[in-house]
């Protein structure tokens, strides 16, 4: 069972040059490529959206904010499987996947930054947490980040085909589940039927094939008494 949190961001979207930022969080049973597309989910647990409380001056400033925020509640996450439910996670660091090439190059120490004392501290605590193994930070194109659907605004027909992703349908769910019950004793009412009717017809037919034979021996035994 390995914690793995999506982040995003979204730039200047909200009154009073807020920016909007989310994470959505899960669980996975298997280590895989995260680079390289989905990774398999079984059900989210959580997913945080809400507004980044300062203004920020770039949109890395604004991932690099929104990952920061999530970190602290992903090592958290780590602790509490590792220590209360003996959950090993990964010893590279439990997944943080963003979008935002700029944010992760500079928590990478890929890309050296310049003019960014305003977010330094998160920055720096980043870069520890990355360094002792407790995050492992890792890009991935935007289009298969499921934090995304949060901090953005979508027409209609974007959230009916994002909602199975997200949503468990309690309705159908429940009705899936009572026609399966019906049915599975609709069938095993109907199987007990058809082999207490073949039972019952194999019994009729013995007694009328032996009724068949006595008959045909008192026959016989008649004409060879005549």
Not at 15 to 41: L, M, Q, V, W
Not at 57 to 78: C, H, K, Y
Not at 88 to 99: A, V, W, Y
């Amino acid at each position: 069972m390995i914690a793995v949190c999506e982040t995003d961001a979204a730039y200047l979207v909200l009154p009073k040059a807020r920016s909007r930022i989310a994470g959505h969080y899960y669980f996975t049973n298997r280590k895989e490529d995260y680079s390289k597309g989905t990774i398999t989910s079984n059900g989210p647990f959580h997913t945080e959206c809400k507004a980044l409380r300062r203004v920020v001056s770039s949109a890395a400033e604004a991932e690099t904010g929104d990952a920061f925020e999530n970190a602290l509640n992903l090592v958290l996450i780590r602790r509490i499987c590792e220590n209360v439910f003996n959950h090993p996670q990964p010893k590279e660091g439990s997944p943080l996947i963003t979008d935002n090439i700029t944010s992760t190059g500079i928590l990478t120490k890929l890309i050296k930054p310049r003019r960014s004392k305003s977010w330094n501290m998160r920055h720096h605590w980043l870069e520890d947490r990355i360094q002792d193994n407790t995050i492992q930070l890792i890009w991935r194109p935007g289009q298969f980040n499921r934090a995304d659907y949060f901090t953005k605004q979508h027409a209609p027909s974007h959230h009916r085909k994002m909602r199975p992703e997200y949503l468990v349908n309690v309705i159908q769910q429940q009705q899936r589940n009572f026609i399966d019950d019906y049915y599975t004793s609709a069938i095993r009412q109907q199987r007990n039927f058809i082999d207490d009717y073949y039972t019952s017809a194999t019994r009729v037919l013995l007694m009328n094939i032996i009724q068949q034979q006595k008959n045909r021996a008192m026959r016989d035994h008649d004409t060879h008494t005549h």
